[in-house]
């Protein structure tokens, strides 16, 4: 029962995502939160295929909506290190696979209730995925620290991405930890809610670079500015500010081996610089994983 959650604080210690194992990298980067109340020091492998309505990192989205799927892998070692890769495919677009992430870290217990990661990953995208929007950062160091108070559990995760484009983040998110105490078609399985809410503060560099890469100027819709190098848009974009609210309920069927999760979750994009209009958005997704151990 707590290797599924062990998996999700593995999958969502790194931005993306933010990311994501990262299946979560686009649709769920911002979401890092965790119910396991330690960390279970045991040698696991684990494979998932993820869905996702819509391309999102730290807040952002690109100027149409890029739904995707992503396919993933990660490996647990019981000393806490793992490794992880990641592929994802914008659907009805090229290539095959828009990026590649690869990375590993190391999870720790500080306390009982207290309780962290770190890690490095590395982006790497296909010349042509003008999709992404985090296209600009090739590299992401990401330290996260949660802790369970009992009624709730609180994290913080620090994120520096650099490449193209230099930027820092800050996530604050609490969750909410619900489980069935009935099982439905045999005495192993269960069902999970984890409502959480979550605040994104940081620089978006990432916007300009993204813009400029891509040559974006005058759309006929209005999704973006005229002109990508006023000076005054690349200051807004390296001031540090509350970028994102987001709120979001995922619901699990879990077994011992295997869980099927959908999740939906409503952004609120704040303090939007730069070329993209970004506008309040749902977005959902669709996940399985199994772990073998």
């Known amino acids: 029962m707590k290797y599924f959650f062990t998996l999700l604080l593995l ?30 020091r045991k040698q696991s492998a684990t494979i998932g295929v993820s869905y996702g309505s819509d391309l ?3 807040g952002r989205t690109g100027p149409i909506t890029y739904p995707f799927m992503s396919m993933d892998a990660i490996y647990n070692f019981k000393n806490g290190v793992f490794l992880y890769g990641s592929g994802v495919k914008v659907l009805g677009y090229d290539p095959l696979l828009a990026e590649i992430d690869l990375g590993g870290g190391y999870v720790y217990n500080i306390t009982k209730n207290l ?10 995208f296909d010349k042509d995925a003008a ?11 990401d330290w996260n620290n949660s802790y369970n108070w009992g009624f709730a559990k609180s994290g913080v995760i620090l994120d520096y991405l650099f490449g193209k484009a230099n930027d820092a983040f800050v996530t604050l998110n609490t969750s909410k930890y619900f489980e069935s105490k009935f099982s439905i078609f045999d005495d192993k399985d269960y069902i999970t809610i984890a409502p959480a809410i979550a605040a994104i503060f940081g620089t978006q560099n990432f916007v300009q670079r993204y813009a400029m890469d891509h040559d974006y100027r005058d759309y006929e819709n209005n999704l973006f500015y005229s002109n990508p190098n006023i000076p005054q848009m690349a200051h807004n974009n390296g001031l540090f500010k509350l970028l994102d609210y987001n709120f979001k309920i995922p619901i699990a069927y879990n077994q011992p081996h295997y869980t099927f999760e959908f999740s939906y979750k409503y952004s609120i994009p704040l303090n939007v610089e730069g070329l993209l209009m970004n506008h309040r958005e ?5 996940t399985f994983y199994y772990v073998f151990f």
């Open 56 to 58: 999102q990192f730290f």
């Open 11 to 40: 999958v969502t210690c790194t931005a993306l995502m933010a990311a994501p194992l990262k299946p979560h990298l686009y649709a769920d980067t911002n979401s890092k939160t965790a119910s396991a109340d330690t960390i279970i």
């Open 282 to 286: 749902s977005f959902y997704n669709l």
């Open 115 to 124: 309780t962290g990661s770190a890690s490095y990953t590395r982006f790497l």
């Open 131 to 141: 999709q992404v929007i985090k296209s600009a950062s090739s590299n992401d160091l």
